[in-house]
Protein backbone atom coordinates (compact mmCIF):
# COMPACT_ATOMS: atom_id res chain seq x y z
CA UNK A 1 0.00 0.00 0.00
CA UNK A 2 1.50 3.76 -0.41
CA UNK A 3 0.95 5.73 2.06
CA UNK A 4 0.04 9.30 1.72
CA UNK A 5 1.93 12.49 2.85
CA UNK A 6 0.28 13.85 6.44
CA UNK A 7 0.74 17.32 7.14
CA UNK A 8 0.40 18.42 10.68
CA UNK A 9 0.15 22.12 11.07
CA UNK A 10 -1.40 24.62 13.65
CA UNK A 11 -0.75 28.13 15.47
CA UNK A 12 2.56 29.40 16.73
CA UNK A 13 4.27 26.91 20.15
CA UNK A 14 1.21 24.88 20.14
CA UNK A 15 3.70 21.96 20.09
CA UNK A 16 4.04 20.66 16.62
CA UNK A 17 7.83 20.35 17.00
CA UNK A 18 7.31 18.71 20.02
CA UNK A 19 4.52 16.33 18.89
CA UNK A 20 6.94 15.50 15.53
CA UNK A 21 10.64 15.06 18.12
CA UNK A 22 8.13 12.49 20.07
CA UNK A 23 7.16 10.42 16.94
CA UNK A 24 10.61 10.90 15.73
CA UNK A 25 12.02 9.32 18.60
CA UNK A 26 9.44 6.73 18.71
CA UNK A 27 8.38 5.91 15.45
CA UNK A 28 11.73 5.63 13.20
CA UNK A 29 9.66 4.26 9.84
CA UNK A 30 8.77 7.77 10.15
CA UNK A 31 9.74 10.05 7.55
CA UNK A 32 10.30 13.86 8.44
CA UNK A 33 10.65 16.46 6.11
CA UNK A 34 13.30 19.06 6.78
CA UNK A 35 12.11 22.69 6.15
CA UNK A 36 14.27 25.45 5.00
CA UNK A 37 14.26 28.56 6.81
CA UNK A 38 15.76 32.11 6.91
CA UNK A 39 15.65 32.37 10.58
CA UNK A 40 18.11 32.16 12.87
CA UNK A 41 18.86 28.89 14.73
CA UNK A 42 17.13 28.58 18.50
CA UNK A 43 19.65 27.40 20.91
CA UNK A 44 19.91 23.52 20.45
CA UNK A 45 18.78 23.28 16.78
CA UNK A 46 21.00 21.54 14.39
CA UNK A 47 21.10 22.51 10.83
CA UNK A 48 19.90 19.63 8.87
CA UNK A 49 18.39 18.21 11.31
CA UNK A 50 15.50 20.77 12.55
CA UNK A 51 15.79 23.18 9.53
CA UNK A 52 17.73 23.84 6.31
CA UNK A 53 19.38 27.22 7.55
CA UNK A 54 19.71 29.22 4.66
CA UNK A 55 20.09 33.00 3.39
CA UNK A 56 17.46 35.31 1.75
CA UNK A 57 19.55 34.34 -1.34
CA UNK A 58 19.76 30.57 -0.79
CA UNK A 59 15.65 30.74 -0.63
CA UNK A 60 15.02 32.79 -3.55
CA UNK A 61 17.03 30.10 -5.73
CA UNK A 62 15.05 27.39 -4.33
CA UNK A 63 11.32 29.08 -5.23
CA UNK A 64 13.33 30.46 -9.11
CA UNK A 65 14.09 26.80 -9.64
CA UNK A 66 10.56 25.22 -8.56
CA UNK A 67 12.12 23.04 -5.38
CA UNK A 68 9.77 23.65 -2.93
CA UNK A 69 6.29 22.05 -2.18
CA UNK A 70 5.65 25.06 -0.40
CA UNK A 71 6.44 28.30 1.27
CA UNK A 72 5.39 31.09 3.16
CA UNK A 73 6.55 34.43 5.01
CA UNK A 74 5.87 33.63 8.65
CA UNK A 75 4.88 35.74 11.47
CA UNK A 76 5.29 38.44 9.06
CA UNK A 77 9.03 37.90 9.44
CA UNK A 78 11.07 34.97 8.26
CA UNK A 79 10.53 32.22 5.25
CA UNK A 80 9.79 28.86 5.53
CA UNK A 81 9.37 26.00 2.77
CA UNK A 82 9.44 22.26 2.41
CA UNK A 83 11.30 21.21 -0.62
CA UNK A 84 9.37 18.74 -2.83
CA UNK A 85 12.05 16.16 -3.90
CA UNK A 86 12.94 14.65 -0.77
CA UNK A 87 8.70 14.47 0.01
CA UNK A 88 8.22 12.73 -3.67
CA UNK A 89 11.29 10.48 -3.24
CA UNK A 90 10.02 9.33 0.14
CA UNK A 91 6.23 8.63 -0.94
CA UNK A 92 7.63 6.43 -3.89
CA UNK A 93 9.74 4.62 -1.81
CA UNK A 94 5.86 3.79 0.25
CA UNK A 95 7.77 5.25 2.75
CA UNK A 96 5.00 7.38 5.66
CA UNK A 97 6.27 10.51 5.31
CA UNK A 98 5.00 13.78 8.06
CA UNK A 99 5.31 17.61 7.52
CA UNK A 100 5.25 19.75 9.76
CA UNK A 101 4.55 23.06 8.67
CA UNK A 102 2.22 26.37 9.12
CA UNK A 103 -1.15 27.18 8.16
CA UNK A 104 0.10 29.37 4.79
CA UNK A 105 2.28 26.17 3.56
CA UNK A 106 -0.61 23.96 4.54
CA UNK A 107 -2.75 25.51 2.12
CA UNK A 108 -0.33 25.45 -0.70
CA UNK A 109 0.19 21.63 -0.37
CA UNK A 110 -3.72 20.81 -0.16
CA UNK A 111 -3.64 22.88 -3.43
CA UNK A 112 -0.72 20.50 -5.16
CA UNK A 113 -1.36 16.94 -3.12
CA UNK A 114 -5.32 17.19 -2.24
CA UNK A 115 -5.18 13.49 -1.04
CA UNK A 116 -2.59 14.14 2.22
CA UNK A 117 -4.21 14.21 5.17
CA UNK A 118 -4.50 17.48 6.81
CA UNK A 119 -4.08 17.25 10.60
CA UNK A 120 -5.07 20.57 12.59
CA UNK A 121 -3.20 20.56 16.08
CA UNK A 122 -5.04 22.63 18.91
CA UNK A 123 -4.42 23.78 22.02
CA UNK A 124 -6.43 22.69 24.80
CA UNK A 125 -6.97 26.28 25.52
CA UNK A 126 -5.93 29.55 24.57
CA UNK A 127 -4.65 30.17 27.67
CA UNK A 128 -2.08 27.01 27.78
CA UNK A 129 -1.07 28.25 24.15
CA UNK A 130 -0.05 31.75 25.96
CA UNK A 131 1.70 29.83 28.57
CA UNK A 132 3.91 27.84 26.37
CA UNK A 133 5.00 30.50 24.18
CA UNK A 134 5.78 32.33 27.11
CA UNK A 135 7.13 29.91 28.98
CA UNK A 136 9.75 28.72 26.67
CA UNK A 137 11.72 32.39 26.59
CA UNK A 138 12.97 32.03 22.68
CA UNK A 139 10.96 35.07 21.68
CA UNK A 140 11.25 38.83 22.85
CA UNK A 141 7.67 40.42 24.27
CA UNK A 142 7.31 42.07 20.45
CA UNK A 143 7.92 38.59 18.86
CA UNK A 144 5.62 36.60 21.48
CA UNK A 145 3.14 39.50 20.63
CA UNK A 146 3.43 39.25 16.56
CA UNK A 147 3.34 35.30 17.08
CA UNK A 148 -0.17 35.24 19.10
CA UNK A 149 -1.74 37.55 16.83
CA UNK A 150 -0.89 35.51 13.83
CA UNK A 151 -1.88 32.48 16.08
CA UNK A 152 -5.47 34.20 16.92
CA UNK A 153 -6.32 34.17 13.00
CA UNK A 154 -4.74 30.56 12.69
CA UNK A 155 -6.85 28.95 15.26
CA UNK A 156 -10.12 30.88 13.00
CA UNK A 157 -8.58 27.69 10.28
CA UNK A 158 -9.10 24.84 11.92
CA UNK A 159 -11.84 23.79 10.07
CA UNK A 160 -10.14 23.61 6.75
CA UNK A 161 -8.35 20.57 7.85
CA UNK A 162 -9.55 16.73 8.03
CA UNK A 163 -9.18 16.19 11.77
CA UNK A 164 -8.01 17.81 14.54
CA UNK A 165 -6.21 16.90 17.35
CA UNK A 166 -5.93 18.57 20.91
CA UNK A 167 -2.40 18.69 22.26
CA UNK A 168 -3.10 18.30 25.82
CA UNK A 169 -0.09 15.68 26.32
CA UNK A 170 2.56 15.06 24.31
CA UNK A 171 2.33 11.49 24.38
CA UNK A 172 -1.52 11.22 23.95
CA UNK A 173 -1.55 13.72 20.92
CA UNK A 174 1.28 11.83 19.34
CA UNK A 175 -0.35 8.48 19.61
CA UNK A 176 -3.07 10.19 18.14
CA UNK A 177 -1.74 11.30 15.22
CA UNK A 178 0.14 8.21 14.55
CA UNK A 179 -3.11 6.07 14.43
CA UNK A 180 -4.31 8.78 11.97
CA UNK A 181 -1.53 7.83 9.69
CA UNK A 182 -2.06 4.44 9.74
CA UNK A 183 0.80 3.22 11.78
CA UNK A 184 0.99 0.54 14.62
CA UNK A 185 1.28 2.11 17.53
CA UNK A 186 4.73 0.68 19.22
CA UNK A 187 4.94 2.17 22.61
Known sequence: ?????????????????????????????????????????????????????ISDDEFDELIAAGELLEYAVVHGRHRYGTPAAPVREALEAGTPALLE?????????????????????????WEELVSR?????????AEQERRLTTARQELAAESEFDVTVVNDHVRTAAQELIQLMGISASD
Do not use: C
Open 101 to 125: IDLQGARQVKDRMPDALFVFLAPPS
Open 1 to 53: MKNRLTVLAGPTAVGKGTISSYIRDHHPEVWFSVSATTRPRRPGEIDGVHYHF
Open 133 to 141: LTGRGTETP
